[in-house]
Antibody
Framework: EVQLVESGGDFVQPGRSLRLSCSTS????????MSWFRQAPGKGLEWLTI??????????DYAASVRGRFTVSRDDSAGIAYLQMNSLKSEDTAIYYC???????????????WGQGTLVTVSS | DIVMTQSPVSLPVTPGEPASISCRSS???????????LNWYLQKPGQSPQLLIY???KRASGVPDRFSGGGSGTDFTLRISRVEADDVGVYYC?????????FGQGTKVDVK
C-alpha cells in the first residue's frame, strides 16, 4: 500500500525557517517524481514544486510564489522528500501536502497519491 | 501559466440524479499519445484530495464507474452518472502538461 506521511509543520514567526518531511512506503521511491502542494485556509489548491526522478532527469521546478525561498530535495535511499522553507511569510500559512506523480510513457501526469498534510502557521 | 476555468462553482445535487462539471484550459493539454494532461480530484470535507480521473479519461484505482472523464484539448467534463450522498465535497481539475501546475477554482458539490 502506497503511503505518504508529512511531518514538520509548526507555528513559526515571520522570517523564520521550517523543514517539512514526506516519508513514504509501498513503492520504489526513486522511480517517481514527488511534488509539494499547499492549501491556505478556506482556499483552493496551489502547486509549489516538483522534484523529478533521477531516472527522468531529476530536474526541479518551483512556483513563482516560493522560488528562491523554498528548496525541495529527496533522499532516494530513505524514501523521503523534503521541503525547506526559508523567509516564511504570513501568506505561507497553509496545509502542506506531498504527492507522488503518475508516471506513464516516460512523462509525469500529475499526482495520484496525496499525504494527509501538515499545517504550517506563520504569525507573529 | 495555463489558466483553468471550472464551472459551476456550486452544484447542488439530488441523489440518484446525474451531474457534470466543466473545466476549460487556456492551452491545449493533449499529448501526442492521444491522452490529455488533465486530472480530476475530489476533496471531501476534512480530507486530502483524492484522484478520480487521470490522463483526461482514465479512472483511478477504486473509483466507482459512476465517475467518468471526457473531453480533449481545452475542454473537459467530469460526469457522475448517479450521484450518491458520499460524493459531496469540492471537485478540482488540474493540468499537468507544464509547470506551474494549475487548478480550476473548484466546484463545491452538496446534496439538495
Amino acid at each position: 500500500e502506497v503511503q505518504l506521511v508529512e511531518s514538520g509543520g509548526d507555528f513559526v514567526q515571520p522570517g523564520r525557517s521550517l523543514r517539512l518531511s514526506c516519508s513514504t512506503s509501498g513503492f520504489t521511491f526513486g522511480d517517481y517524481a514527488m511534488s509539494w502542494f499547499r492549501q491556505a485556509p478556506g482556499k483552493g489548491l496551489e502547486w509549489l514544486t516538483i522534484i523529478r526522478s533521477k531516472v527522468y532527469s531529476g530536474t526541479i521546478d518551483y512556483a513563482a510564489s516560493v522560488r528562491g525561498r523554498f528548496t525541495v530535495s529527496r533522499d532516494d535511499s530513505a524514501g523521503i522528500a523534503y521541503l525547506q522553507m526559508n523567509s516564511l511569510k504570513s501568506e505561507d500559512t497553509a496545509i502542506y501536502y506531498c504527492t507522488r506523480d503518475i508516471v506513464q510513457v516516460g512523462r509525469n501526469w500529475g499526482p495520484d497519491y496525496w499525504g494527509q498534510g501538515t499545517l504550517v502557521t506563520v504569525s507573529s | 501559466d495555463i489558466v483553468m476555468t471550472q464551472s459551476p462553482v456550486s452544484l447542488p445535487v439530488t441523489p440518484g440524479e446525474p451531474a457534470s462539471i466543466s473545466c476549460r484550459s487556456s492551452q491545449s493539454l493533449l499529448h501526442s499519445n492521444g491522452f490529455n494532461f488533465l486530472n480530476w480530484y475530489l476533496q471531501k470535507p476534512g480530507q486530502s484530495p483524492q484522484l478520480l480521473i487521470y490522463m483526461g479519461s482514465k479512472r483511478a484505482s477504486g473509483v466507482p464507474d459512476r465517475f467518468s472523464g471526457g473531453g480533449s484539448g481545452t475542454d473537459f467534463t467530469l460526469r457522475i452518472s448517479r450521484v450518491e450522498a458520499d460524493d459531496v465535497g469540492v471537485y478540482y481539475c488540474m493540468q499537468a502538461t507544464q509547470t506551474p501546475r494549475t487548478f480550476g477554482q473548484g466546484t463545491k458539490v452538496d446534496v439538495k
